[in-house]
T-cell receptor, first 113, second 113 residues
């Protein structure tokens, strides 16, 4: 069965701190894709990144970076020097050989000034 | 630059009433989806449509029906609303293929009394 676990329900940090959001997934497939989405307080879902199972290179985009490790089935997301605008719920998701996206339960990040 | 448009944005129903949530996308995507989002449970797939003329059940289809009216439109119907269907509903679309990110609408907040 496919499953995505985001064990951190809520994280609070002070601005400029670094923060890592954990994501652990389960799948029996060898080909799959992992995603991160952001849901700000306004409610919409914003696509952040896609990673396929054959590409274990870490990715950096500005203050955001992602660490994909197949050995531990993890796809963690780090925000460097967090800002108040980063406050949101972040979802990790998995898709395999169908079009069905499986979401984790989300991590609510609150960044205080 | 509309993307995925959902109507209405808010709705209050009484138990037993029926309601259709509308979704339209202008990105020429083949696949469309309906999710519900409940506190602490992330997003769960209700139904999806891989292409015009096809629909399939997701994780939580009971109490819902869908219609893929054409390539652009995918509607979700509650025939007899129940309080357990109080939720935020998201429509999404993606190009064909499981490696493509899904693009989400802004959501419909539905309350059933």
């Amino acid at each position: 069965a496919q499953k995505v676990t985001q064990a951190q329900t809520e994280i609070s940090v002070v601005e400029k701190e670094d923060v890592t959001l954990d994501c652990v997934y389960e799948t029996r497939d060898t080909t799959y894709y992992l995603f991160w989405y952001k849901q700000p307080p306004s409610g919409e879902l914003v696509f952040l990144i896609r990673r396929n199972s054959f590409d274990e290179q870490n990715e950096i985009s500005g203050r955001y970076s992602w660490n994909f490790q197949k050995s531990t089935s993890s796809f963690n997301f780090t925000i460097t020097a967090s800002q108040v605008v980063d406050s949101a719920v972040y979802f990790c998701a998995l898709i395999h050989n169908t079009d069905k996206l499986i979401f984790g339960t989300g991590t609510r990040l609150q960044v205080f000034p | 630059n509309a993307g995925v448009t959902q109507t209405p944005k808010f709705q209050v129903l009484k138990t037993g009433q029926s309601m259709t949530l509308q979704c339209a996308q202008d990105m020429n995507h083949n696949s469309m989806y309906w999710y519900r989002q409940d506190p602490g449970m992330g997003l769960r797939l209700i139904y999806y449509s891989a292409s015009e003329g096809t629909t399939d059940k997701g994780e939580v289809p009971n109490g819902y029906n869908v219609s893929r009216l054409n390539k652009r439109e995918f509607s979700l119907r509650l025939e007899s609303a129940a309080p357990s269907q109080t939720s935020v509903y998201f429509c999404a679309s993606s190009p064909r293929g499981s490696n493509q990110p899904q693009h989400f609408g802004d959501g419909t907040r539905l309350s059933i009394l």
